[in-house]
């Protein structure tokens, strides 16, 4: 028994080297490198349960890795990938693509399962928005859950709560609570101390107090419903001085600056609180003001006076949008308006959700749709998008069953499931396009998951944990949006595997019964319709004819997959051009760079509002007017002190004093210090009043005597005592903020001012109720870094996972890198500041940046050539055309949302156009550059050479045979093994010199001689009988030339039979289907062992691509009828002696083809 047969029976192929496939390069043009040259000995493949049963064979070399029969899916890695491959990382991927493989010949087989449970599921998901519970609170959505502010508050709440009901004073809130606040000024920006704009000021005064609402039959106005103040409604003591108009203006009265008595009501006013765009005299008395602030604030001591204030803040809002007084222009803010704007953002974006899905369905369309109208998936593009809708109806639903609460910025997510979808789409529709069109739908299914379903796993899962990882952070906002949307993408995946793979599979069934893709009627190939209409080949015909399945005119690559490989990556593959690139990407990061040290942090207020918003006129004077003077902070010392103690009433001062030389913290005038002004009140009082403090329990006894008693002291809200009143536990002071102009201010003056608490002896807390809003701008840049840093260090291990190679993960570590710093410079050079919207968005776009470099760096790795240029020629040719699609779904399923006048969405639009932009030019030009340059291979450019024997061929009555006695090995295309082609034309009875590659295992001296002898000649086999046994015709002998691999007619053997309606065996004549001549057994062997085409247009032709090319040699003839020679499950070695079966899909009859023609395993593009 021959070696290799015992090889085979030990499990081990008898050959030791291996055949990786053919590039695109090499399918599309029939070219094959001498680099990739190898040899492999197909493996058998049964029919199991789910279709197929691979046996593994483990070859010796150390340069091979078997990986069974699922094409590119479970193809032999290059040399640099095996060596640096561990062998978990190997299992795995074995394992991955192995199960997708078995999972496509599953949907293949039961199609109908994975069409209905995804509907059913979808439809049973969505029944939870009725349960759905709207989140709308922007304190708890924006506010950072673990906030120092939050924290602060708590502490104040311990020791004072204010009672809306008799002791209100705003500027000891720790709780925004109801209210409604108007900025008014002058429509002709004249000074409102006018009479007749003063006017209008106290309509709008009465306008407030005579609303009525209505709570079950009662009816409520403002007295009804105001916070109380020593017995009475707290109110605007400002719009007293309307008595005082008249004389202001007639210059017998003055308003003094900034404080001032009224000399008929004596109400003191501090008009800095009340009056903006003050102008004053020499002698510190008002001439002029520009704007006025008026505040009006409800009780809201339990949930039903919480509710008739939420009513009537409603109606503050239908009484006064649109309000047009003749000289007063009118702004206004509630309590609620946040909250309305938040719910405004939401509808803003409802109507342009079905511009989005009609423009993914026309963009599908157009691009999903080929020359080809049977091959054509134009209903599978709207399949796409109805896939990307239903994974996000079924993930919402499912939240909303689950008790996740559901805020407006979710409605980015669809627009971006759309993206993400529609890309998955292309993804497996590439691969299918890849797929062998004369394989059976399930074998096309399965290698279309081994090939596209690790793709959309590896983007899906990096989408969806970079999205699971922002859930993580302390801002409520962002972890909801990344539940739902992480969740989404997870079902988008799951729904485009399953239900688009199933329709996918119903798709190719119909073009494998010639279905026209939309109307799904038969139509004819292209092949054969040139007798048709114009309107009909171009509207009706495609797909591959039944006859002739090898059509080179029905069998094209698509255009742009070749013109990225031509084209683009030739032209990359330049020096001149790459040196291009690596400059223009230079001046892109330090553009970049420059951007990053220019961000702004933090979420202003206005920013939630819609540009149209009536807010935003309120938001431009506030910030025009009172932003000197702008709020109040309270400060809190708690602790066991001693008040009557000289020391600590100094410490307690000293520290007042500190925070007061702020240079954003008002004159001491406005602090309100209960110290300050009992030490005052002693010093003038006490001798008088025989007043000793000596003691704590003196000192507490005075002051509450003295001091605090009597109705309408804030004093009295400012001192905490224990429960037998023996000792002070708190003490707060009021300060007031100033000249705080921007966000920026506002937190390092809150920051500054925490500084100072920690760093003094005392336990000191200061707190201002917007200060919880403020607490994202210390956050929002460390929670982003920590956010991103983790994404990206799980990123890079996915991609090491997925991309078992240090070097080209390290070169997907740096795409990220680079492409996170271009998102944040170029996002803060477009406007958009880094807050915790923009955060979400960094940290999705971790995801979204992984997706193109990882996949173009495994394409570059597992490319079957070993030059970097053709490298990069193989991953383009692979994945460009996916990446521009996805990128452009992902830009056209967001862009509707620049239409929306909010700042949330139009921020979601930027961040991902900069993200897909610079993702898609990092994959395409920038990464091959860099990896021919630095990646796998760089280094090396000599070409590994492929030993061969040149050798002369001639015929005889057993085949064709060598001179040195062998069997010539089958070639694979027109191209040599050294990369010389052969002639097209090899005529009878003229020597040919042919370089015909011999495996190791043979024993034949491989070297360079040329054994010349006699010219090429064939004989005609002898022991036929029958008519036509004898003589032949010209026509016969042309046949017998196509059936011995010889002929010069043009046509490859495997066509021509099939073309004049005959059967033959390789060894039989020409005969009529329906007279077939059986051989005689006397006759010799013959099996066509070096079938060589002489047609121009073969080398085009899939027939170089087909299974079961043979590229071993026999050691004797018996060899050839081994079954487990046979590559395919079709193809059953039923006949002795070298002959086979072939049953077609599309015919009932049998057609009898020798063992040899020509079947290759084609290398499938990995994407």
Not at 929 to 943: D, N, Q
Not at 998 to 1026: D, H
Request: net charge neutral.
């Amino acid at each position: 028994m021959s070696e290799g047969v015992k090889q085979k029976k030990r499990g081990k192929s008898p050959g030791s080297g291996t055949n990786e496939g053919r590039s695109s390069q090499e399918a599309d043009s029939g070219e094959r490198s001498s680099t990739s040259q190898k040899y492999i000995h197909p493996e058998p493949r049964r029919n199991d349960a789910m279709g197929i049963g691979e046996k593994r064979w483990e070859v010796d070399d150390k340069n091979f890795s078997c990986c069974g029969t699922c094409s590119s899916a479970l193809s032999k890695k290059s040399k640099f990938f095996d060596r640096n491959m561990g062998f978990f990382l190997k299992k795995f991927d074995t394992f991955l693509n192995r199960s997708f493989f078995r999972l496509g010949k599953c949907i293949a087989t039961h199609t109908g399962y994975f069409i209905i449970i995804p509907i059913l599921l979808t439809i049973i998901c969505a029944t939870g928005f009725q349960r759905i519970q709207y989140e709308d609170d922007p304190e708890y959505l924006f506010a950072p859950t673990n906030g120092a502010a939050r924290h602060e508050r708590a502490i104040v709440e311990e020791f004072y709560t204010l009672n809306y009901t008799n002791d209100f004073n705003p500027g000891r809130l720790t709780r925004n609570g109801r209210f409604a606040r108007f900025i008014l000024k002058a429509k002709d920006n004249g000074t409102l101390l006018r009479e007749e704009v003063w006017a209008d000021i106290m309509t709008i005064d009465k306008m407030v107090h005579d609303m009525t609402i209505d709570d079950n039959g009662i009816k409520y106005q403002y007295k009804d419903l105001c916070a109380i103040w020593g017995e009475k409604c707290y109110e605007n003591q400002i719009l007293d001085i309307g008595d005082l108009i008249p004389e202001v203006n007639n210059h017998t009265f003055n308003l003094t600056y900034p404080f001032m008595l009224n000399p008929r009501t004596f109400e003191s006013y501090v008009f800095p609180f009340n009056f903006g765009g003050i102008e004053t005299t020499e002698y510190s008395t008002i001439k002029s003001v520009k704007a006025l602030s008026i505040f009006y604030w409800l009780r809201v001591q339990d949930q039903r006076e919480d509710d008739r204030g939420y009513e009537w803040e409603k109606e503050i809002l239908e009484t006064f949008i649109g309000l047009d007084l003749e000289h007063l222009t009118t702004t206004f803010f509630t309590s609620r308006t946040l909250e309305h704007e938040l719910e405004n953002n939401t509808n803003s974006v409802v109507p342009y959700f079905g511009v989005t899905v009609g423009i993914m369905l026309v963009f599908c369309l157009l691009t999903v749709s080929m020359g080809d109208c049977v091959r054509s998936k134009t209903l599978l593009g709207i399949v796409g998008v109805l896939c990307a809708g239903m994974s996000c109806v079924a993930a919402f639903g499912l939240l909303i069953y689950l008790g996740v609460p559901f805020i407006g910025i979710n409605m980015a997510a669809p627009f971006l499931m759309l993206g993400i979808g529609i890309d998955d789409t292309f993804v497996m529709l590439a691969a299918w396009r890849r797929s062998r069109l004369q394989d059976t739908v399930p074998d096309r299914l399965s290698h279309t998951f081994a090939d596209a379903a690790v793709s959309i796993t590896i983007t899906s899962l990096t989408d969806m944990i970079s999205f699971f990882i922002g859930a993580i952070t302390p801002f409520p906002s962002v972890q909801i949006f990344c539940i739902y949307t992480g969740t989404a993408v997870l079902m988008t995946y799951l729904w485009h595997i399953t239900l688009f793979g199933a329709c996918l599979a119903v798709s190719g069934y119909a073009e494998s019964k010639q279905l026209h893709g939309v109307v799904c009627i038969k139509v004819k190939p292209v092949s054969e319709s040139k007798d048709e209409s114009c309107c009909y080949r171009t509207c009706c015909s495609g797909g591959i004819s039944e006859d002739d399945p090898w059509n080179p005119e029905d069998n094209k690559r698509h255009a742009i997959m070749v013109f990225f490989r031509d084209y683009v990556a030739t032209f990359l593959n330049i020096p001149a051009i790459k040196a291009l690139v690596v400059m223009v990407f230079l001046i892109y990061l330090l553009v970049a760079i420059w951007g990053c040290t220019m961000v702004n942090e933090g979420l202003e207020r206005r920013k939630l509002s819609r540009y149209d918003s009536y807010s935003v006129a309120y938001y431009d004077l506030e910030d025009q007017y009172f932003r000197s003077y702008p709020y109040r902070i309270q400060v809190v010392i708690t602790g066991n002190l001693t008040y009557s103690d000289k020391a600590t009433e100094d410490k307690i001062l000293n520290f007042l004093e500190k925070l007061e030389s702020h240079k954003h913290i008002g004159d001491p005038l406005y602090t309100e210090s209960w110290l300050r002004s009992w030490k005052a009140f002693m010093g003038r009082n006490g001798v008088y009043l025989g007043l000793n403090n000596s003691d704590e329990q003196s000192f507490i006894d005075n002051l509450k005597e003295y001091y605090l008693a009597g109705t309408a002291n804030p004093y009295t809200l400012d001192v905490a005592f224990n429960e037998d009143e023996s000792r002070i536990i708190a003490s707060r002071f009021i300060i007031q903020a100033f000249d705080v102009a921007d966000a920026v201010k506002d937190r390092n003056l809150m920051t500054d001012l925490r500084q100072m608490a920690k760093d003094s002896d005392l336990n000191a807390t200061v707190f201002q109720p917007l200060f919880i809003f403020f607490d994202q701008f210390t956050l929002v840049r460390s929670t982003s870094i920590q956010a991103i840093s983790l994404a990206a260090v799980v990123m890079m291990i996915v991609s090491l996972i997925f991309i078992p190679n240090p070097l080209c993960s390290l070169w997907v570590a740096f795409s990220i890198v680079s492409i996170e710093v271009g998102v944040i410079g170029y996002m803060t050079l477009w406007g958009v500041n880094l807050d915790s919207i923009s955060m979400i968005q960094l940290i999705m776009c971790i995801g979204f940046s992984v997706d193109f470099s990882a996949h173009i760096s495994y394409a570059y790795l597992a490319a079957k050539v070993d030059t970097p240029d053709e490298r990069v020629k193989e991953c383009l040719y692979a994945l460009g055309l996916p990446i521009v699609q996805g990128g452009l779904s992902t830009i056209l399923g967001i862009m509707t949302l620049v239409l929306a006048p909010s700042y949330i969405f139009i921020t979601f639009f930027k961040t991902v156009f900069l993200v897909i932009f610079f993702g898609a030019t990092h994959g395409i030009f920038l990464l091959p550059v860099l990896l021919s340059l630095l990646g796998p291979g760089s280094c090396s450019s000599k070409k590994k050479k492929v030993t061969s024997i040149p050798q002369q061929a001639y015929f005889e009555n057993g085949g064709p045979r060598t001179h040195n006695g062998g069997v010539p090995m089958a070639l694979h295309g027109p191209m040599h093994a050294n990369g010389q082609p052969i002639p097209r034309h090899l005529h009878i009875g003229k020597e040919h010199h042919m370089q015909i590659p011999r495996p190791k295992s043979i024993g034949i001296p491989l070297n360079n001689k040329v054994i010349t002898t006699a010219p090429v000649s064939y004989k005609t086999p002898n022991g036929y009988n029958g008519s036509g046994a004898g003589a032949l015709t010209k026509e016969d002998n042309g046949s017998i030339e196509r059936d011995l691999g010889i002929g010069s007619s043009g046509e490859d053997s495997s066509e021509s039979s099939l073309r004049q309606g005959l059967n033959r065996n390789s060894n039989d004549i020409p005969v009529p289907s329906d007279n077939r001549r059986r051989r005689d057994p006397g006759a010799p062997d013959y099996n066509n062992h070096g079938y060589i085409s002489d047609d121009f247009e073969a080398e085009e032709r899939r027939a170089r691509e087909r299974r079961g090319e043979y590229f071993g040699e026999w050691d004797n003839l018996q060899d050839q009828r081994s079954p487990t020679r046979w590559q395919s499950a079709r193809y059953a070695p039923t006949e002795p002696r070298g002959q086979r079966q072939f049953r077609s899909e599309h015919r009932n009859n049998y057609q009898r083809r020798t063992l040899t023609e020509p079947y290759n395993n084609r290398s499938r593009d990995r994407h």
